[in-house]
Every structure is written in C-alpha cells, then in structure tokens.
C-alpha cells in the first residue's frame, strides 16, 4: 500500500473538531480573532474542561484560578491556549490498535515536545511552534499501527529483531512514519514547516537548507532517548549531534552547559494521559 492508499482509507483516519482545525488555521493567518475563536473552544464542553484542567495545572503557576477558555487567551497567552487545545483535540481523536501503549506513547510525545519548546530559544525558534512539532513527530507511527495493522506487526518483528525501525519501513513500505505524520500535518493543513520539520526529523545529516524544525526535533528526541536510557551527562555530551545542532545555528556551549535541566522535563500534559 503506498503513501496515498494510505490516506485513501477514510475510515480509518483521525477527525479532530472543527476549532482544533479552526486554531491549525490560524499559524498561517496574520490576523483573527482571538475572543471568537476562545468562545467557540468553549462551545465544546469535553475540550473546555480538558483544557481549563490542564490551564490550571502547576505547571503554567497561574495567579488565580482559570475558569473560561478567554481567561486562559488572557493569562496564558493566545499560543499556549492553542497548544493547550491542540494537544486535548488530537490525543482525544487519536484511536489506538489493541495491544498499543497509548499511555507510554504520548507520554513520551509531550516529553520531546517539552524538549524541543526548552531547546528552541537557542536557536531563535518558536517555542509553541517547537512544541507542537515534537508533539506531533511519532504521530504518523501511530497512524500506520491503525490503518496497515498486519504489515505494522511485521515491520515491528523486524525492529525487535534488530533491524532499524525507519530503514525496515521504507523497505517494506516505501515510506517511513515521518512521512507519513508529515503527510497528515498537511492534510490538518499544519503550517509547510512543521510538516516539514516532521518528516526531516529521522536524518542525521542536516544542511543550512534544511527546515530547522526538524534538526530541533532530531535533538528533542536524541535527549529525550537519552534521558530516558539514564545515560549520565557526560555521555550524553559525548554523543551529542553537535553537527546538527550548527546546521540550525544553535548556541551550542549555552545548551550543552544547561543540558542536565532537561532531566524529567515537563511538558504540562500530564493531566491528559489520565483520560487515555
């Protein structure tokens, strides 16, 4: 089955609300309204209060109590209550296969995506936008397990025999799952850099020319990896893609100095994998 097949299995495919679609929207727009678009998030009782929860969470150290979606365009900050809907309207319409951690899953999404919104100051890129695209790097792995469940099995005894998870794709498939998630970015009509960043993020060669999404989203994802296998720093300093990181002008001695801060990093979602 290839790319477009893929995308030709309606059925299978994740349908997010229309203000989810309505706030992907608005990357590319100059100009809309806020207020407008915050009462219509608060038309959708289910989104509201995963959002008005998640806006009151420690994390985001709110003066006072958040109790409608315009006092969290107010005290958040209209980019953080569209990551905050984003992240409740996509994992909400994600389905997952039997057998699948849903759990562990977005889990470690929103870890890398904490990563890289800590990372892109560094490189003088959007931190929400940063956000977003490690939120969404893995996606299209997730997609795959939905729609081709037994050629996904396969692929994954491959994978567990040792083989390379995106080589065994391209070669049984002819694609791999950041193509696949970069696909469905743009189907979402995500803005060409962030579907972009998705599909570049599994290289380990970057140029200048290269979308700068996708080698933060390759350094998110190597320091989460990281992290996660308890490597101490000084192995991980050791290993760090450090010809990457000068592909997208990143102040590499300012991050490799801060790199223990990165150590179970939150991202501020937690509360969502309590309804996953």
Not at 21 to 46: G, H, R, W
Not at 79 to 96: E, F, W
Not at 129 to 157: W, Y
Not at 211 to 236: D, V
């Amino acid at each position: 089955m290839n790319l477009a097949d893929l995308f030709d299995h309606g059925q299978s495919l994740p349908n997010i609300p229309k203000v989810v679609q309505e706030l992907i929207d608005t990357f590319n727009q100059a100009d809309f309204d806020m207020d407008e678009i915050a009462k219509k998030i608060s038309l959708d009782p289910v989104l509201t209060a995963k959002v008005l929860r998640l806006a009151n969470c420690a994390h985001y150290g709110v003066s006072r109590t958040i109790s409608s979606t315009t006092d969290a365009s107010v005290l958040l900050g209209f980019s953080t209550l569209r990551t905050l809907v984003l992240a409740s309207g996509i994992t909400g319409a994600m389905q997952s296969p039997e057998g699948f951690d849903r759990k562990a899953f977005w889990s470690d999404n929103f870890a890398i995506a904490a990563t890289a919104k800590w990372l892109a100051p560094y490189c003088k890129i959007n931190p929400e936008t940063a956000f977003t695209c490690g939120m969404l790097h893995s996606i299209g792995e997730l997609l795959i397990r939905l729609v081709i469940p037994e050629e996904s099995k396969k692929i994954q005894a491959a994978v567990e025999a040792g083989g390379k998870l995106v080589a065994t794709e391209n070669a049984m498939l002819g694609y791999n799952y950041a193509d696949v998630g970069a696909e469905l970015a743009k189907r979402w009509k995500f803005p060409e850099e962030i579907a972009d960043g998705i599909r570049g993020h599994t290289k380990t060669e970057y140029s200048d020319d290269d979308e700068p999404l996708a080698g933060l989203t390759h350094l998110a994802l190597y320091i989460h990896t990281s992290n996660k296998a308890s490597l101490s720093a000084q192995e991980i300093l050791d290993g760090f893609p450090v010809a990457i990181a000068k592909a997208i002008n990143m102040d590499i001695d300012k991050v490799l100095s801060d790199l223990e801060s990165t150590d179970g990093i939150e991202s501020g979602m937690d509360t969502l994998l309590d309804d996953i």
